[in-house]
């Protein structure tokens, strides 16, 4: 599975972007779809877990209410709609996937098994 991340940019405080993840070489029917993201320097940070099969989700406190994640099952992409954006925002964004066994999809801040190659989110006046 090869995934791609598309739709960072530049935005000021309190705008919006929405992050694109296109898988290709697999379907994401039953997957574990992590968004995170990293600073230089820093610990990489799991945003957003999403399970594909059954939709539920699990979203870090500091993003909840302001980030929402969705997947197109016939264009294969996961996307991760972002509001509210704050200069503490500013980062790269990964995308990541694992698939799912017999007992479920595994937690994403368990590792996670496919990755992109990150879009680099700014938000600054």
């Known amino acids: 599975l090869q995934l791609v991340e598309s739709g960072g940019g530049l935005v000021q405080p309190g705008g919006s972007l929405r992050l694109s993840c296109l898988a290709s070489?697999?379907?994401?029917?039953?997957?574990?779809v992590g968004w995170f993201r990293q600073a230089p320097g820093k610990e990489r940070e799991n945003l957003v877990c999403?399970?594909?099969?059954?939709?539920?989700?699990y979203y870090k406190d500091s993003v909840k209410g302001r980030f929402t994640v969705s997947i197109d099952n016939a264009k294969n992409t996961v996307y991760l709609q972002m509001n509210s954006l704050n200069p503490e925002d500013t980062d790269v964004y990964f995308c990541?996937?694992?698939?799912?066994?017999?007992?479920?999809?595994?937690?994403?801040?368990?590792?996670?098994?496919?990755w992109g190659k990150g879009t680099s989110v700014t938000v600054s006046k």
């Open positions: 070489g697999g379907t994401l029917d039953y997957y574990a």
């Open positions: 990541a996937a694992s698939p799912g066994g017999e007992y479920g999809v595994p937690r994403c801040d368990l590792g996670m098994t496919y």
């Open positions: 999403f399970d594909t099969k059954d939709g539920s989700t």
